[in-house]
């Protein structure tokens, strides 16, 4: 494999994005931005796609972390997401094996509760057909003494039951990453940190160019593009706006937000989804060493960009967790972080936030401008199938083209070649081998090639130079050394926070990790990209305010 995605070379890319003319720029590259961006390359688009943050640093990297068959919009009588979800999991589950997991699901039924035995059976039984679940993984209804059995914590007063099914635990920044990694290997060219800051049209009216400023460095230059898509996410009415397109249907954006709690203080065996008091339900859901639980769902006008928990939000979710797993009695004390995230919503008037449909809409504006808005982290292939054939439509239309149909169902992702659901046993268990005989522990070796897939021999290749670091400077542990230059090298990591959040998911679910290496891993970074010591100090500074806002809530979402 000769191609790299390398933090060093951001310049080159940038300069690349200003001298070249594109087919398509993306603005955003959030999961939406990133399956488009794989849509249109692989059929033959010239495609650029940026973003003003991270990538996935907005709502791709902020969901309950399930690629999910939609079991909640049952509830809502929503059965055309519910089939069409299920149908695009098991695509996303076979392309990409290493970042998405079956997880087993208890759905434990009370006296009283918002589901009964009989209807939660016939639920689930229908959600099964819906979505095409596997003979292997469709539902099964198990009675108290089982249910306790296999999640001794539950609340055991008025507990009937269960329903026992399949759910599909994801990384959903990684997901977002091997998208675009993806698109890259294919010719696309991508980059953080820069945002889109107006617009230049032709005589006519139609939107030929973005003027964009890197974020890092300031420099700005103009991208030209037969057609730019507004994947911004909750960004999109923005983007609209800057268009003077934003008319007719808008979003209604609603916050979500996560805790996140060591194992020896929640020791779940077993993932649960469950209704709190008013009825929304609720996930907890087992991942390494930790339990998180989450989510929230209320109309948020705040900091797009930055939402946080408040002290409402956290007391409503500790109390929906306690009145199920009542023996814990947990306490803000125990929350070892958080995450917030913001939903981008179609409006529909007159409905609460957990009501509002979570289906997809394109709107195209006078200029040309292609918007996406709405959708599920799921539901993102098929999102940017539309997209992309809108847009293929409308070049094509021009005279560009001819360009191929979609063959995304089949494509795998970044890491992804490991022979689809049935080979990744097989291909971590020999890829473990390799890794301890080139030095890693047995667990960080099978830890790693789950994480990084086909993509894990890339990983090996840096050992050595790795080792040596280690032992002359900086004492790292050398699979986290690896982590770190592979993420410089193959994954665009510009910043210690886009390391720490998005590439290894270490500040929600292993702060000591970050706690000690924090350091160390901002020197390594600093030597490679040439920070001066200022942008050092700034970037320090990032990562303790994400550390610090982690496990400290808010008065209110206003409140900076």
């Not at 300031?218 to 960004?235: F, H, K, R």
């Amino acid at each position: 494999m000769d191609w790299t995605w390398s933090a060093v070379d951001r310049a080159a890319l940038f300069d690349r994005l200003r001298k070249h003319s594109f087919d398509l720029l993306i603005i955003g590259g959030g999961i939406t931005g990133a399956g488009i961006a794989l849509d249109a390359q692989s059929r033959g688009m010239r495609t650029a796609v940026i973003d003003m943050q991270d990538f996935a640093a907005g709502t791709s990297s902020r969901s309950t972390k399930l690629i999910h068959g939609g079991l909640r919009y049952m509830k809502q009588l929503d059965f055309g997401i519910v089939a069409e979800v299920g149908k695009e999991r098991a695509i996303v589950y076979e392309n990409a094996p290493h970042v998405t997991t079956p997880e087993r699901m208890l759905l434990p039924i009370y006296e009283g509760g918002t589901f009964g035995w009989l209807s939660t059976s016939l639920g689930l039984r229908l959600y099964d057909w819906l979505a095409g679940v596997k003979k292997q993984e469709r539902r099964r209804m198990l009675d108290a003494r089982r249910t306790a059995e296999l999640e001794p914590l539950l609340r055991k007063d008025g507990l009937k039951g269960s329903g026992y099914y399949v759910e599909y635990r994801t990384d959903d920044a990684r997901l977002t990453i091997e998208t675009i990694k993806k698109a890259v290997e294919l010719g696309a060219v991508a980059l953080s940190y820069v945002a889109a800051e107006s617009f230049r049209y032709d005589r006519f009216g139609r939107l030929i160019a973005v003027l964009v400023r890197d974020q890092l460095s300031g420099v700005t230059a103009e991208i030209s593009a037969a057609l730019v898509i507004n994947a911004a996410g909750p960004w999109v009415d923005k983007i609209r706006e800057a268009d003077g397109s934003k008319r007719g249907t808008t979003l209604h954006l609603t916050k979500g937000i996560h805790l996140v709690f060591d194992r020896m203080r929640f020791p779940l065996r077993q993932a649960i989804y469950f209704d709190a008091p008013d009825g929304r339900m609720i996930f907890a859901i087992p991942r390494d060493r930790k339990t998180y639980v989450g989510t929230t769902d209320t109309s948020y006008k705040a900091d797009i960009a930055r939402p946080r928990m408040t002290l409402v939000e956290l007391a409503y979710l500790l109390h929906a967790v306690n009145m199920v797993f009542p023996d814990l009695a947990l306490a803000p004390r125990d929350v070892e972080a958080s995450w917030a995230g913001i939903r981008p919503l179609i409006h529909q008037e007159g409905k609460d936030p957990s009501e509002i449909s979570r289906r997809d809409e394109l709107f195209i504006s006078p200029s040309g401008m292609i918007s996406i808005a709405g959708g599920k982290l799921t539901g993102y292939r098929k999102m940017a199938h539309k997209v992309v054939d809108k847009a293929a439509t409308l070049l094509q239309a021009e005279g560009a083209g001819p360009f191929s149909p979609s063959r995304t169902q089949s494509i795998p992702l970044s890491g992804g070649d490991v022979g689809g659901s049935a080979g990744m046993p097989a291909f971590v268990r020999t890829m473990t081998a390799s890794g301890v005989e080139a030095g890693l522990s047995p667990a960080d070796a099978e830890q790693l090639a789950c994480r990084y897939g086909s993509n894990f021999p890339l990983l090996l290749a840096l050992l050595p130079a790795c080792r040596a670091e280690a032992d002359a400077a900086s004492g790292m542990p050398l699979a986290l050394l690896a982590q770190l230059h592979y993420a410089l090298r193959y994954e665009m990591a510009v910043k210690p926070v886009d390391f720490w959040i998005r590439r290894t998911g270490a500040l929600l679910f292993d702060r000591a990790l970050v706690q000690r290496w924090k350091n160390a891993a901002s020197s390594i970074m600093a030597r490679q990209l040439g920070w001066p010591e200022d942008v050092h100090t700034a970037y320090n500074a990032e990562l303790e305010r994400e550390l610090h806002n982690a496990v400290t809530p808010v008065l209110a979402d206003d409140e900076e």
